[in-house]
């Protein structure tokens, strides 16, 4: 199945950078971002009402912002649409912020599975529901960004990622490999702190009712 991905994406990308339209770019970047959505959901163990749109809204924003953040200020794509630069990075922002995203609510159900009694324990002595679940919260952002953060440790030490690995096989000079894998980490790293940021604060809403009683049917 991988390779069969890889090779069908291959010729899809040829005839994409061939037309070079922007209706074709977008239509693109929503067909990824669906599938994100549907791929971070799957990793939740039990169901969540809204549980596609939260991750939609979620992922859309966060690598939105990334990614416009990126192609505009910092590399300057003209024409903003052009699929080279648009598609590849984007690919690299969602596929990450998707990754985060579903650790981070496979973490929340998990703690608050977990924790149910405790939680509710401080909501009847009059804490708020984030006040109630924020060492929950701050355990599940931080299990999103182990991946990342444990990439950008490794980086250059143990390991010499792709951003760099291609360059540098091509004949690019390391230093210039070096600025194109840090703009890499950096923009994933927002990338997934946004989206994980998001996606917990948007199921949050899920769990507790406007009073600040948990809806224990979501957990047990």
């Given at each position: 199945?991988?390779?069969l991905?890889l090779?069908?994406?291959?010729y899809?990308?040829?005839v ?6 922007w ?14 959505t ?9 169901p969540?009402p ?40 984007g ?11 579903s ?14 009694d405790e ?9 708020s ?10 355990s ?29 096989l ?7 490999a ?34 600040h ?8």
């Amino acid at each position: 199945r991988t390779f069969l991905q890889l090779f069908a994406v291959g010729y899809f990308l040829v005839v994409l950078f061939a037309w070079d339209r922007w209706e074709l770019v977008l239509v693109t970047l929503f067909l990824m971002l669906g599938a994100a959505t549907w791929i971070a959901v799957g990793r939740l163990k039990h169901p969540l009402p809204g549980a596609h749109r939260i991750a939609l809204v979620s992922l859309a924003a966060g690598s939105a912002i990334t990614l416009a953040f990126v192609t505009e200020v910092v590399i300057g794509v003209d024409p903003w649409y052009d699929p080279r630069y648009l598609i590849p990075i984007g690919g690299m922002i969602l596929g990450n912020a998707m990754t985060g995203a579903s650790l981070a609510g496979e973490r929340f159900q998990g703690e608050l599975r977990a924790r149910v009694d405790e939680v509710e324990t401080l909501l009847a002595l009059g804490f708020s529901g984030l006040e109630a679940v924020r060492d929950l919260y701050r355990s599940a952002i931080r299990a999103a960004m182990i991946p990342t953060i444990n990439a950008m440790l490794a980086v250059g030490i143990v390991q010499l990622p792709g951003m760099m690995t291609g360059p540098i096989l091509s004949g690019t000079s390391p230093l210039i490999a070096v600025k194109y894998q840090a703009l890499v980490m950096l923009m994933i790293t927002c990338a997934v702190a946004l989206s994980s940021f998001l996606f917990l604060r948007l199921a949050l809403r899920r769990y507790l009712t406007p009073a600040h009683q948990l809806r224990r049917q979501l957990i047990l």
